[in-house]
């Protein structure tokens, strides 16, 4: 895996950071300094006192969201929702209301 020992991980747990809320549109640019074992956050964006700081956890859904994290985004802009079985169990459905379920698998693709 290139020049990264085994052990070496993108991901870090640093204390406090968790306290800075979640949005999935703001951009902080993560740095660690070994040598003055200093781990820094720096916004992108601007901030005037008093206006809420945000961290990102990345593009996350809000299923994902919730449960890895304990909260949803209002107006995520990445927010999906899979429906794994939808297509199957319409194929192989014999409910009265979904007679027509080859047409809705083909929309479905």
């Known amino acids: 895996a290139g ?5 070496r991980s ?7 950071l968790d306290l800075i809320n ?5 951009a902080p640019k993560y ?3 070994p ?3 200093v781990f820094s956050l720096l916004a992108e964006t601007s901030y005037t006192a008093g206006e809420q700081v945000w961290n990102s956890y990345g593009e ?6 919730l449960q890895y994290y304990g909260f949803v985004e209002l107006d995520n802009p990445v927010d999906t929702f899979a ?11 014999s409910h009265v209301r979904c007679a027509d379920s080859a047409k809705r698998c083909q929309r479905l693709e």
């Open 3 to 7: 020049d990264k020992p085994s052990w």
């Open 10 to 16: 993108d991901k870090a747990l640093v204390p406090m």
């Open 22 to 26: 979640h949005r999935t549109l703001a």
């Open 31 to 33: 740095s660690y300094d």
């Open 35 to 37: 040598i003055g074992d």
């Open 60 to 65: 996350k859904s809000n299923d994902n969201l």
């Open 83 to 93: 429906l794994h079985a939808l297509k199957s169990w319409l194929e192989q459905s």
